[in-house]
């Protein structure tokens, strides 16, 4: 008896799980999510306010949304996104099929284009990434891994 009960349990528990999974919105941590929520604004004139953020996400694919949690940083007035396994990614290759992407900062959601920088010289962007991540600035670019994708973000023009 107590065996059927259990059984059930973990049966609405599976429903339950199922269901959040597919009508999910945002991101959480390492799990993707699909069309981020929140206050939709204009692309802003300066990113800087990104910096009091550890993380950001951002979502590919519009007509079917894909959405992750990550780092950013900006460098001389642009938004960064860098791709530890940037081969190995989703959405890095969905960015490169379709550069459309939106950037949730907070609560706020803002409409842009990715694109991948290459080729890439990290040390180019160290200081700028030290200023909010001291303990990545710290390692030098013989010490990252190899596969580093990064991703400058430009508004969008019609």
């Not at 339950?16 to 604004?41: A, C, H, N, Y």
């Amino acid at each position: 008896m107590n065996l059927k009960k259990i059984g059930m349990a973990l049966g609405v528990l599976a429903l339950i799980l199922v269901g959040v999974w597919l009508f999910r919105g945002d991101p959480i941590f390492m799990i993707s999510g699909k069309e981020l929520q929140g206050d939709f604004s204009p692309y802003p004139k300066d990113w800087k306010f990104t910096d009091e953020y550890s993380t950001i996400a951002i979502e590919t694919r519009p007509l079917d949304p894909h959405s992750v949690t990550t780092l950013c940083f900006v460098h001389e007035g642009d938004l960064y996104i860098p791709a530890q396994n940037g081969s190995g990614k989703d959405w890095t290759q969905y960015v490169l099929e379709e550069s459309s992407v939106r950037i949730k900062v907070g609560n706020k959601v803002y409409p842009a284009k990715a694109e991948r920088v290459w080729p890439l010289d990290l040390a180019e962007y160290q200081e700028s990434i030290a200023a909010k991540y001291p303990e990545l600035g710290e390692r030098s670019p013989e010490d990252l891994p190899e596969d580093i994708w990064l991703f400058r973000i430009r508004p969008v023009i019609d």
